[in-house]
């Protein structure tokens, strides 16, 4: 079945530092890749998605590239800030399974000033 | 852009009752909701597909008896964790699909949290 692998948290960055959440996956078919990001207390919210091979999503200076080749969409941002700290969710959505969403544990991110 | 509401965001119940939860997709059609739990720290666990009209599929392991699940209409799904005991205290969250949008799209609410006493 579907699977998606993110890097174990929590991580822990300075203001202004580079951030990579790594995630891979497993999929039949050609699924579409999402981040979501959830803040304490609060639902998800969708940071960004890339729903086919080589397409770059990107929002709010984060960014993630649909890497077929290695089944890849590692988030990257160039310098995080406190209000970055929250949960990030890798997913992917399957084109053959019924449209459902396959989540990743989640990584916790805390920006300190 | 779209915005999907659930409602109550908090609600504390006593062991044994009954606890409706309603998801409602504002601006757009959804002839499929989803429903999700997730338990503190840990990602979101699929419980359920609703489809407007028809019968909810259950994900394997999940009561269909205990947790009701109502699509009575294009902008409404409604959770009914039916004699709730503490372990099913958690954080339920649904997503909506737009039915009306060229490119696939789910939007998810904000979630409720629901303390079983």
């Known amino acids: 079945g579907d699977s998606v692998t993110q890097m174990e948290g929590p991580v822990t960055l300075s203001e202004e530092a580079f951030l990579t959440i790594n995630c891979t996956y497993t999929?039949?078919?050609?699924?579409?890749l999402f981040w979501y990001v959830q803040y304490p207390g609060e639902g998800l919210q969708l940071l960004l998605k890339a729903t086919k091979a080589d397409d770059k999503g990107s929002n709010k200076g984060f960014e993630a590239t649909y890497r077929k080749e290695t089944t890849s969409f590692h988030l990257e941002k160039g310098s995080v800030q406190v209000s970055d700290s929250a949960v990030y969710f890798c997913a992917l959505r399957s084109n053959t399974n019924a449209g459902k969403s396959t989540f990743g544990d989640g990584t916790t991110l805390t920006v300190k000033p | 852009g779209a915005v999907v509401s659930q409602h109550p965001s908090r609600v504390i119940c006593k062991s044994g009752t009954s606890v409706k939860i309603e998801c409602r997709s504002l601006d757009f059609q959804a002839t499929t909701m989803f429903w999700y739990r997730q338990f503190p720290k840990q990602s979101l666990m699929l419980m359920a597909t609703?489809?407007?009209?028809?019968?909810?599929?259950?994900e394997q392991g999940v009561e269909k008896d205990k947790f009701l699940i109502n699509h009575a209409s294009l902008t409404l799904s409604t959770l009914t964790v039916t004699s709730a005991h503490p372990e099913d205290s958690s954080f339920y969250i649904c997503?909506?699909?737009?039915?009306?949008?060229?490119?696939?799209?789910?939007?998810f609410g904000p979630g409720t949290r629901l303390l079983v006493l």
């Open positions: 997503s909506a699909r737009d039915a009306g949008a060229t490119e696939e799209t789910q939007y």
């Open positions: 999929a039949t078919g050609y699924p579409s």
């Open positions: 609703s489809n407007e009209g028809s019968k909810a599929t259950y």
